[in-house]
């Protein structure tokens, strides 16, 4: 991925505000498109959302139930098949095509998993309606009454969350990225354009861009571009589970949950949406709420307990549609406001911001 930046003396500047799984992304993509790149990670205002995170990597799951504009699905789907592409070039993230299930009710749910199967295949995905035999044959721990129904989504895949940014920070500064782990105090703007980050290690650090990944801190940017005070948080809570022999073989989803195997041994149960809460406390009976909620579709897990719990704040938008793209002000870009989808579309968010950017600067990132 030979970029035009390359040619360019010295090589434009981006100072990218968080390092959670967005501005590592974008991070690296963008030190792939030619840039030099520095990320600050130090946390803002509210706590990062990583914490919270399974690492669940499903554009049906997430976006075929409901109303959900088709750029956004579009865009879900493509950053699935680049985490493919992700997980081979960065090693050991556990990434894996686990599938998920989707656990409901004939009354209930056949209706809503119908329709998704029905948008699956429209997207050119695999879905599979499931009755209770065929529930009982993928595993016999599920619930196995008579109005039991499933639906199975092959396609979608998961990875460990905490591996994968690891691999992306390790990635990010073997490619020459510039890791600061300090906040970035101040952005400086002159004359209607960007100038540059103040910060405790430099003073100034000169960009010719800057781009706001800061999760849910991202509004406390809305002074510079009040775009960014849609972003709000969401907080979430999930349940670490005990092992469990012989491991589920995908991922379930359940009515206000879903439990993801991972390939270590451990069991991630999850996970609250809590708008517009700002602590990052664990809170026991939210976690006995998931595991309630998982014991009525899957009574032969009921031995699983949670032996701890995560929590952390997801950047959501108001609008339900990601911010990614250039600000008000020149050279001042965004990456915010994922919901729980971060890590989904991260590779797309990466790749979309580092093509424009460099076009923003009559370049190309990813010439031909």
């Given at each position: 991925m030979a970029s035009e930046l390359d040619s360019t003396s010295p090589a434009l500047r981006v100072a990218i505000i968080g390092g959670g799984i967005i501005g590592r992304a974008c991070g690296r993509e963008l030190l792939r498109a030619g840039f030099r790149v520095r990320i600050y990670d130090q946390a803002g205002s509210l706590p990062g959302g990583s914490a919270s995170a399974a690492g669940l990597l499903g554009p049906v799951s997430e976006f075929l139930a409901g109303d959900i504009p088709d750029p956004l699905i579009a865009a879900g789907i493509e950053s699935l098949g680049l985490w493919a592409e992700w997980g081979r070039q960065l090693g050991d993230i556990g990434w894996r095509r686990a599938g998920c299930l989707h656990l409901g009710h004939l009354g209930s749910d056949e209706e809503r998993f119908t329709r998704m199967a029905a948008r699956a295949g429209a997207h050119g995905l695999a879905a599979q309606m499931q009755e209770a035999g065929?529930?009982?044959?993928?595993?016999?721990?599920?619930?196995?009454?008579?109005?039991?129904?499933?639906?199975?989504?092959?396609?979608?895949?998961?990875?460990?969350?905490?591996?994968?940014?690891?691999?992306?920070?390790?990635?990010?500064?073997?490619?020459?990225?510039?890791?600061?782990?300090?906040?970035?105090?101040?952005?400086?703007?002159?004359?209607?354009a960007i100038a540059g980050i103040h910060d405790p290690v430099d003073g100034f650090w000169a960009a010719d861009a800057v781009l706001i990944a800061a999760g849910a801190a991202s509004r406390d940017f809305a002074d510079l571009a009040p775009e960014l005070a849609a972003i709000y948080p969401i907080k979430g809570q999930l349940a670490v589970l005990g092992a469990l022999s012989p491991r589920l073989a995908t991922v379930l989803r359940f009515p206000g949950g879903y439990l993801a195997p991972k390939s270590d041994g451990?069991?991630?149960?999850?996970?609250?949406?809590?708008?517009?809460?700002?602590?990052?406390?664990?809170?026991?009976?939210?976690?006995?709420?998931?595991?309630?909620?998982?014991?009525?579709?899957?009574?032969?897990?009921?031995?699983?307990?949670?032996?701890?719990?995560?929590?952390?704040?997801?950047?959501?938008?108001?609008?339900?549609?990601?911010?990614?793209?250039?600000?008000?002000?020149?050279?001042?870009?965004?990456?915010?406001?994922?919901?729980?989808?971060?890590?989904?579309?991260?590779?797309?968010?990466?790749?979309?911001?580092?093509?424009?950017?460099?076009?923003?600067?009559?370049?190309?990132?990813?010439?031909?």
């Open positions: 065929a529930l009982r044959n993928i595993d016999r721990r599920l619930k196995t009454s008579a109005d039991a129904i499933g639906l199975f989504l092959p396609d979608e895949a998961e990875i460990h969350a905490n591996a994968a940014l690891a691999a992306l920070r390790a990635d990010f500064t073997a490619q020459g990225g510039e890791w600061a782990a300090v906040r970035a105090l101040r952005i400086e703007e002159r004359i209607g451990t069991m991630l149960l999850g996970a609250s949406m809590e708008p517009d809460r700002t602590d990052a406390e664990i809170e026991p009976a939210i976690l006995a709420q998931l595991h309630a909620k998982l014991v009525a579709v899957a009574p032969g897990l009921a031995q699983l307990k949670p032996a701890h719990g995560r929590a952390g704040l997801r950047a959501g938008a108001r609008d339900g549609v990601p911010q990614i793209g250039p600000l008000g002000i020149r050279g001042l870009w965004a990456a915010a406001g994922h919901g729980r989808n971060g890590f989904l579309l991260a590779p797309f968010t990466a790749r979309r911001i580092a093509t424009a950017m460099a076009a923003s600067f009559g370049l190309r990132a990813y010439p031909d």
